[in-house]
């Protein structure tokens, strides 16, 4: 398959992921349109930059997350919180903005809960967010009592239908956050911080960086854009539902490792997730326009976790890395 | 120095059941027992301990393979997605009529083989177990949902609920929780288990075939996943894709909080047995509090990190 | 009888063994000492099997023998010991005496009875009182060593390496460590004893082999030889090393510190350092220099002392950045473990402890940041490709120039490198100088803690020795002789 680690440069490592990953959309971009007098079409496409809004939110999450040498798999619970949160506050009556707010703060608590027990208690991240997952999960089931709720106010739903320079909003934010998180990641001090952490914390620490703030940052952060991650989801589905985002670590964490981050830290980018989420999402619509099972998916994304990863430890087990504490 | 644990021989194992780590959580479970008890009407009864054994039985007997794999240091998502694949593509058999005498060891072969791919794919790539059953996990369950479309299984002969009645699956777990501590405390694969999570590069360098004994793990691990998808069929009459979903999460949760430490090397079967029978009746008595079931993720949660931060103390003073 | 002839080993960068014969007799205990990075470890690691590829050849007995697995040199009868005690702390003391080959019943089942009698016997004939069924874990240091070498014993060892086995003993332990030593003797074991304790070597060894840099210095017999002439073999007539010339005069005071302490590391440290001076701390493995250098960073926490820094007393720091931001900088000795960020680019490497200097508000300034860089990179001319490689392709010294610019960029005032040219060739190692020369040049003043002994005491202007934690001496340039320094280091003078 192809090198991911060049030894001359990481830019160009990565530069070659990019490269590799618009290669790869657009030849599945040609087949589609090929094999599918449906594919390019304005409306089509619209829908498929507008299904991966949420993914693709989470997927900057996780990107910054695993950046910075951290773990979550907790974000697709905590994507399910936010819709449910919000749901349930209009239901009661609070004021639409307020619940707003609140669905979003909500989000952050999970990412500060996080950090307090992956910093703080030192408890590997892996296990961790693993068990907010679930207690998250399970708030998310209580909070709706396993229903699914429609009752929202249409001007909120209606943005779905809001378009800005021809691209649905939802796509514009996505896009909007992954601009910001990736200008905050490569041109701040704080980014540079971030992947000082994942790339070696001990030499993170000693240089001055202080890397407990910086993680429990991350972790809020992260949070935050899973919540309003949740949020796009109920404006697009038009419902809050509580199995959102079930699926959702092992396609966030597959995309995000194809596009070039690293499960140890350090090393990553922004966009190389986002092209990895929207390959997947190609996928997803071509199969659905060809009639095929749509479980291929899970499938073939496995296998591409797998294989994947499995070049990358070859390279790193020659380099004698790997820490089985990290995870 | 002449102190603590003896650890030595069939008679000495009896006296490790009441080594200093799983003492506490035996209390534990006394203390809810009687909480319980007092709080609820009915529930000290033989009735409700039947419904309470049936339901650790399955996830207990996949704890047991869990336990086995965290303890040389490694992790299996893929459990769940196992256990589905097991009795689904091998419940195919049911629908071609094939007799339950077939049906069965297939099922259990098909453990064994995508356990088998596990271990396979845990010891030559050198990539975390984590990441690669996070894989399996969903390739197994794709897999099984494309071939079964959906379709659940049922109806099935009553012959395969044999399993599932009563006391059965009880007997299931006990014979394999006993067939586990015997392998972990007096055969020497059991013991290097402990050495390969404790300290793998002695463990090599000593001689134990490190390599081998991990495949073994997680074929283990995917022959018990299995078995316990017969019983979850015998329980429940019929075959379902989405079987399994969550018992990776309650797996481990019963195996750390069952005192075994996620680092590996250090822990028990018994332990883990003990875990799986905590965390039933508190979710088993909570139910009847009449709390609401979806607040089961929540205490499973809250279990696993206080389980833990008790193990990360436990080992950093080390 | 073990014949190491002409043995050499490379790494990159290092030559770690350079030529190496010499003969080990049966039934002897021979001792092998040197300094930190004189290639014992490595001729540890070529006989356990750990390093099968090295030039050269050792036979036993005369046949040659070449180890290719460690299971190959313990099926050959050689067992080492290694500081870093390899024993699974949650096993008994019978299983890990055992593991790997444990005497089986059927069905797998081990041979319980077999192996506590087993273990009884090796326990009884090395005279200790430990019970086989014991957790290993909860076994002193001390105790943990006997199991290994229990274990040693079960495997028929002919030749048990111990490597430094005495760093984590008390003094009682270890006068029960050579009665052990003894017995083994006594069996007909041959016993590799490697260390830098002169004192225990002279105790227990026949005779004793020197090292130093890579290259083997003599053979002699305990009972030819003296304390002092092994010191001279160890330290060398080598002051062909080459330093430059010091022009830096000494300016005032930058930091005092008083009577420092961390439980368990150091106590009662007190030191001064001026502008322009360069400070050498001396000492073997486990004095408490690096704890120290760490402690008064604020990577740790200190218990005890004050601290005075440019005329003013401090508090402790919290945390290295606001050491860093009062301008004191440090050299970890662990280059790779927490000097560099090895996937990252030898740019990101270097301006990390500034970011805030070349940035207004939150952006890099990255034309700023370029310019710094590669102004350090030709200063000290990095051999490199381009200022965004990732810093793992470096040579070792290359990787410490990069390391080192990180820590000039911050402009600090007081440097603590600690051991900065250790495992780099002599021309970087010049250069390494050259800088701290420059420095102290520039008024800047500089802790410098190092296991090579001819290189602190050619270039620092005062010498500190510490031991155990506490500084035991203070010698000026002039006063300082190899010799005497090691004695001090090694316990001579004082008990």
């Given at each position: 398959m192809r090198t991911i680690r060049s030894v001359s440069s990481p830019r160009s490592g990565q530069l070659k992921i990019i490269f590799i990953l618009l290669g790869v959309n657009i030849l599945i971009m040609a087949v589609l349109t090929y094999l599918s007098p449906t594919f390019m079409t304005y409306g089509n496409i619209s829908a498929v930059l507008t299904r991966m809004s949420e993914l693709g939110m989470l997927a900057i999450a996780e990107t910054v997350v695993l950046i910075s040498g951290g773990f979550d798999i907790s974000i697709g619970a905590v994507m399910a919180l936010s819709g449910a949160v919000l749901g349930t506050l209009h239901v009661v009556g609070v004021p639409f903005s307020l619940a707003i707010a609140i669905a979003l703060l909500a989000g952050v608590a999970v990412g500060f809960i996080?950090?307090?027990?992956?910093?703080?208690?030192?408890l590997t991240p892996f296990i961790v967010t693993l068990a907010t997952m679930s207690i998250v999960r399970s708030v998310v089931y209580a909070l709706l009592k396993g229903h699914v709720l429609t009752e929202l106010p249409e001007k909120f739903l209606n943005l779905y239908y809001v378009y800005v320079f021809k691209l649905p909003l939802l796509f514009v934010i996505l896009v909007a956050t992954a601009v910001i998180m990736a200008v905050l990641l490569k041109r701040t001090i704080l980014g540079r911080r971030i992947y000082a952490m994942g790339g070696n914390e001990r030499t993170a620490y000693i240089s001055g960086?202080?890397?407990?703030?910086?993680?429990?940052l991350v972790y809020c952060l992260s949070g935050f854009i899973c919540a309003l991650a949740g949020l796009l989801f109920t404006v697009r589905i038009r419902a809050v539902i509580p199995d959102a985002g079930l699926n959702a670590p092992l396609e966030v964490i597959t995309a995000v490792l194809i596009g070039g981050t690293t499960i140890y830290g350090g090393k990553g980018s922004i966009l190389g997730s986002l092209l990895g989420i929207f390959a997947m999402y190609l996928l997803l619509n071509g199969f659905s326009l060809l009639g095929l099972n749509p479980f291929w998916e899970v499938i073939i994304l496995g296998i591409i976790l797998i294989f994947v990863i499995g070049q990358e430890g070859i390279v790193r087990s020659f380099r004698a890395s790997l820490s089985r504490r990290r995870l | 120095m002449n102190g603590e644990t003896s650890r030595l021989g069939p008679l000495s194992s009896l006296r490790r059941l009441f080594q200093v780590r799983e003492a506490p959580i035996l209390i534990y479970i006394i203390i809810m027992i009687a909480v319980f008890s007092v709080t609820i009407n009915g529930f000290f009864s033989m009735k409700n301990f039947e419904i309470i054994s049936r339901q650790i039985t399955t996830i207990g007997i996949v704890s047991i393979g869990m336990t086995l794999v965290i303890l040389t240091s490694g992790f299996d998502l893929s459990v769940g997605a196992i256990l589905s694949f097991a009795i689904n593509i091998g419940g195919q058999g049911i629908v071609l009529g094939w007799p339950i005498w077939i049906v069965y060891p297939f099922m259990l072969i098909l453990g064994v083989i995508l356990g088998w791919i596990n271990g396979f794919l845990i010891t030559r790539l050198a990539v975390p177990a984590l990441i690669i059953t996070l894989g399996t996990m969903n390739i197994y369950r794709g897999i099984t949902m494309v071939i079964t479309k959906g379709v659940y299984i049922t109806p099935i002969p009553s012959v395969y609920q044999v399993i599932g009645n009563g006391y059965i699956p009880f007997v299931f777990f006990a014979a394999v929780l006993g067939f586990f501590i015997y392998v972990t405390l007096t055969t020497r694969f059991g013991r290097n288990i402990f050495a390969i999570g404790g300290a793998e590069q002695s463990a090599l360098y000593s001689g134990v075939p490190v390599r081998r004994y991990k495949m073994i793990v997680y074929i283990i691990s995917g022959f018990l996943s299995a078995l316990s998808g017969l019983i979850l069929v015998g329980k429940s009459g019929f075959v379902q894709p989405q079987a399994g979903l969550g018992y990776e999460l309650n797996a481990i949760a019963a195996v750390v909080i069952g005192g075994t430490s996620i680092f590996g090397g250090s822990g028990s079967v018994l332990g883990t047995f003990l875990g799986s029978v905590m965390l039933g009746i508190i979710l088993a008595g909570l139910t009847m509090l009449a709390v609401n079931p979806y607040w089961q993720g929540l205490i499973t949660g809250i279990l696993i990190v206080l389980a833990i931060t008790l193990d990360s103390i436990r080992y950093l003073r080390r | 009888m073990i014949s190491i002839e002409n043995v050499s080993k490379s790494f990159p960068g290092v030559r770690a063994l350079d030529d190496v014969s010499f003969t080990i007799q049966d039934g002897e205990v021979h001792g092998l000492v040197g300094e930190n990075g004189a290639g014992k470890s490595t001729l540890i690691k070529i006989l356990s099997g750990i390093y099968p590829d090295y030039e050269g050849s050792i036979s036993f007995n005369g046949s040659v023998k070449r180890f290719n697995s460690v299971h190959e040199a313990q099926q050959g009868g050689i067992a080492t010991i290694f500081q870093e005690l390899t024993v699974i702390k949650d096993l008994s003391v019978a299983e890990n005496i055992f593991l790997g080959r444990e005497p089986m019943r059927r069905f797998g089942m081990l041979d319980w009875?077999?192996?506590?009698?087993?273990?009884?016997?090796?326990?009884?004939?090395?005279?200790?009182?430990?019970n086989p069924r014991e957790t290993v874990?909860?076994?002193?240091?001390?105790?943990?060593q006997i199991v290994e070498i229990c274990k040693a014993l079960v495997l028929n060892s002919k030749i048990i390496i111990m490597d430094e086995p005495t760093s984590s003993l008390t003094e009682h332990e270890v006068h029960q460590?050579?009665?052990?030593?003894?017995?083994?003797k006594e069996r007909g074991i041959t016993i590799l004893y490697v260390s830098h304790k002169i004192e225990e070597i002279f105790e227990i060894c026949d005779s004793i082999t020197v090292f130093r840099d890579g290259k083997h210095i003599g053979t002699v017999e305990k009972s030819k030889t003296s304390h002092d002439e092994v010191i001279s073999m160890m330290v060398g007539r080598s002051m062909n090393m080459m330093f430059p010339p010091r022009t830096a005069h000494r300016g005032g005071l930058l930091l005092s510190v008083r009577g420092l302490t961390r439980r368990g590391e150091f106590e009662g440290v007190s030191f001064d350092l001026h502008e322009g001076e360069i400070i050498g701390f001396a000492g073997l493995i486990g004095a408490g220099r690096t704890e120290l250098a760490r402690a008064l960073f604020g990577a740790t926490a200190l218990d005890g002392g004050e601290i005075e820094l440019y005329g003013e007393k401090i508090g402790y720091f919290s945390h290295p950045n606001r050491a860093i931001s009062r301008g004191i900088a440090y050299l970890s000795e662990d280059r790779k473990g927490e000097g560099l960020m090895?996937?990252?680019s030898i740019k990101e490497n270097i301006s990390l402890s500034i970011l805030k200097k070349i940035s207004p508000y939150f952006f890099v300034q990255g034309s700023r940041e370029r310019e710094l860089v590669q102004s350090f990179v030709s200063k000290f001319k990095i051999k490199m490709t381009s200022i965004d490689q990732i810093v793992e392709s470096l040579s070792g010294g290359n990787q410490q120039k990069v390391i080192i610019s990180k820590l000039l960029l911050t402009e600090s005032r007081v440097f603590i490198f600690d051991e900065p040219t250790r495992g780099i060739d002599?021309?970087?190692?010049?250069?390494?100088?050259?800088?701290?020369?420059?420095l102290t040049a520039e008024g800047k003043g500089i802790i410098f803690i190092s296991s090579e002994l001819p290189e602190v005491l050619g270039i620092s202007e005062r010498i500190?020795?510490?031991?155990e934690g506490r500084l035991v001496q203070e010698y000026s340039r002039e006063e300082a002789e190899p010799e005497k320094v090691m004695k001090v280091l090694t316990g001579g003078n004082a008990a």
């Open positions: 996080n950090a307090v027990l992956v910093v703080n208690l030192k960086v202080f890397v407990k703030r910086i993680r429990y | - | 009875g077999v192996m506590r009698e087993k273990s009884e016997e090796v326990l009884r004939f090395l005279d200790t009182l430990l874990g909860n076994l002193s240091v001390a105790n943990q460590l050579f009665l052990t030593i003894r017995r083994l090895l996937e990252l002599v021309g970087a190692k010049y250069e390494i100088y050259k800088i701290m020369n420059d500190f020795c510490m031991r």
